[in-house]
């Protein structure tokens, strides 16, 4: 099965606006399959500037006694630095991606979030799950999307070094909501789910975004090669939904964030900020 990608030109780059095409099509394939690839949106130059500086982070945060990892120790969330020089337009105020992610999820969009995961070395997988699930139990059907993932792959993403696993269309199976105990779908769910319709491991170059329903089932994979695969992520959410914790930012950048169709929830602060040991672990099992 090919991954639902969208080839974005230079020229749609340099106007920071999609043909009416390509936005369909982006839009066609979150909504059928729950996630798309924007090929080619950011300029690799910045993500060199931010490989260099997380790949060094890596070590402060495994050298924490409550090392944040997900699932399993193969997964660590990691934050990028939140500050300047590290500050990217095309990483958190793309315009092509809010372009899709406003037609997805209508006007008043917001960003919440601004974080990552590192596949390292030697991990297991994580068990497969959707970072949220519907909204009310027993729905006959599936309500609209109301938040988007937006990940950014800081170095190329593939099976080898740990891409993510997703299973296209779940985001629409309703037999899972918030108000469940437990994210990890059952296996004998995923046993027959596998049958119907099998998951994916897209490989993504560096310079592509995949944007994803946050009901979408994934996994994160175990990286078989010897360097940590760092990817950012944020979540583009509806605007009625109510805000999370603000993102924490230098006074000073208010106007980097500033655009006309997305609104970044942010705090800003003086002084130093502590990106290294900012996350706690999630749902952690030593393996």
């Not at 394939?29 to 130059?45: C, K, N, P, Q």
């Not at 060199?48 to 890596?58: A, C, N």
């Not at 994979?221 to 930012?249: L, Q, S, Y």
Request: aromatic share 8%.
């Amino acid at each position: 099965m090919t991954t639902a990608a969208v080839d974005i030109t230079p020229a749609e780059v340099a106007a920071g606006q999609m043909t009416p095409e390509h936005l369909e099509e982006a839009v066609a394939a979150l909504r059928g399959d729950g996630f798309v690839v924007l090929r080619d949106v950011v300029d690799r130059s910045h993500l060199e500037t931010l490989r260099e500086r997380m790949l060094r982070d890596v070590d402060e945060i495994l050298a924490r006694e409550d090392a944040p990892f997900n699932f399993n120790t193969g997964n660590l969330q990691q934050d990028p630095p939140p500050f300047p020089p590290f500050l990217f337009r095309d990483v958190l105020v793309n315009d092509l991606v809010i372009a899709v992610t406003r037609a997805v999820l209508g006007p008043g969009v917001k960003n919440s979030y601004y974080s990552g995961n590192t596949a390292l070395p030697g991990g297991t997988r994580q068990p497969v799950h959707p970072d949220v699930a519907q909204l009310w139990p027993d729905l006959e059907h599936p309500t609209p999307a109301f938040g988007l993932v937006v990940n950014v792959p800081v170095v190329d993403m593939s099976p080898e070094n740990g891409s993510t696993e997703l299973w296209p269309g779940t985001h629409g199976d309703t037999r899972f909501s918030i108000h469940d105990g437990s994210l990890r779908i059952p296996e004998d769910v995923l046993e027959a789910r596998r049958r119907e319709r099998a998951p994916l491991q897209p490989t993504v170059a560096a310079g592509s975004v995949v944007i994803r329903d946050i009901r979408l089932w994934h996994a994160g994979m175990p990286n078989r090669t010897d360097k940590p695969r760092p990817m950012i992520a944020m979540i583009h959410w509806c605007g009625w939904w109510n805000d999370n914790e603000p993102v924490t930012f230098p006074k000073g950048t208010e106007a980097f964030f500033a655009h006309d169709h997305l609104r970044t929830n942010a705090r800003f602060v003086d002084g130093p900020i502590d990106h290294i040991r900012h996350n706690q672990a999630y749902d952690f099992q030593k393996s």
